[in-house]
C-alpha cells in the first residue's frame, strides 16, 4: 500500500494551496481517509477526514470554513482545499487511510488509520 501526498509549498497567508493524495495497493473506498499535521514540537493532529462510505466530512475546528476535503473515486485520490492560509497552519501535512470500517467518533484519531504517506510540507508566510 502506498499513500503519495504532494502539493506542498511556500505560501503568503492569506494564500491557498490545494493538496492531493494518490492511494495505491488497497481498494480506495476499504477505510477512512484523513489528513493530519505536524509541526516541529508539536504532537501530530487531526486535520480533516472522508468517511468514503457516506462521503460525510470532519475537521479541526480552526481550519473549518478554510479547508474542504474531496475524493476523486476514479483517480484513487482525496485532496485537501486549503484556503485563507494562516501562519498557525504551517507545518508537515499526512496524508493518512485505514483499511477497515471505522465507527464515526474514532475516525479523527491517528491511531485508527493503517497506512501513512510522507508528508508534504507547507509553510505559510506571515
Known amino acids: 500500500v502506498q499513500l503519495q501526498a504532494s502539493g506542498g509549498g511556500l505560501v503568503q497567508a492569506g494564500g491557498s494551496l490545494r493538496l492531493s493524495c494518490v492511494s495505491s495497493?488497497?481498494?480506495?473506498?476499504?477505510?477512512?481517509m484523513a489528513w493530519f499535521r505536524q509541526s516541529p514540537g508539536k504532537e501530530r493532529e487531526f486535520v480533516a477526514r472522508?468517511?468514503?462510505?457516506?462521503?460525510?466530512?470532519d475537521y479541526l475546528n480552526s481550519v473549518k470554513g478554510r479547508f474542504t476535503m474531496s475524493r476523486d473515486n476514479a483517480k484513487n485520490t482525496v485532496y485537501l482545499e486549503m484556503n485563507s492560509l494562516k501562519p498557525e497552519d504551517t507545518a508537515v501535512y499526512y496524508c493518512?487511510?485505514?483499511?477497515?470500517?471505522?465507527?464515526?467518533?474514532?475516525?479523527?484519531?491517528?491511531?485508527?488509520?493503517?497506512?501513512w504517506g510522507q508528508g508534504t510540507q507547507v509553510t505559510v508566510s506571515s
Open positions: 493518512a487511510a485505514g483499511n477497515r470500517r471505522i465507527i464515526t467518533s474514532y475516525m479523527n484519531r491517528a491511531d485508527s488509520y493503517d497506512y
Open positions: 495497493g488497497r481498494a480506495f473506498n476499504s477505510g477512512p
Open positions: 472522508i468517511d468514503m462510505w457516506s462521503g460525510n466530512t
